[in-house]
């Protein structure tokens, strides 16, 4: 029930825009998401692999961009943004496509 409340306001700051939420933020709503499709049985053992290692590459060039020095560039929030777009629209037709386990 908290987990769901949680997740619920998490999604809600993402939904009011991109900017709202950090990318922290979104990353964590999404890793919630993934889990609770496997517990559902939304998602396969096969797409919340992918979907785990599509996040993985999203954290990694994050780690990457701040390490080069000074946080974030604008630039470099944006694609992070888009590619966590991208990984949310993944989520969601994986959680959707009736293949269940």
Same mark, same amino acid.
């Given at each position: 029930m =908290? @987990?769901?409340?949680i997740l619920?306001g =998490?999604?809600?700051v993402?939904?009011?825009g =991109?900017?709202a939420a950090?990318v922290? #933020? $979104? +990353?964590r709503?999404q890793?919630l998401?993934i889990?609770e499709? =496997?517990r559902?049985?939304?998602?396969? $053992?096969? +797409?919340?692999? *992918? &979907? +785990?290692?599509e #996040?993985?590459a999203i954290r990694?060039?994050?780690?990457?961009?701040r390490r /080069?020095?000074g946080?974030? /560039?604008? *630039?470099?929030?944006?694609?992070?943004?888009r590619? &966590? /777009? *991208?990984?949310s629209?993944?989520v969601a037709?994986? @959680?959707?496509?009736g293949?269940?386990r």
């Open positions: =908290v @987990k769901g409340l619920a =998490v999604m809600a993402s939904a009011a =991109v900017g950090t922290d #933020q $979104r +990353e709503a890793q998401r889990r499709g =496997v559902s049985g939304q998602l396969t $053992r096969a +797409e919340a692999a *992918r &979907l +785990e290692a #996040q993985a990694a060039e994050e780690w990457r961009y /080069s020095g946080g974030l /560039s604008p *630039r470099e929030r944006a694609d992070l943004q590619d &966590l /777009s *991208r990984a629209r993944d037709r994986q @959680k959707h496509d293949q269940h």
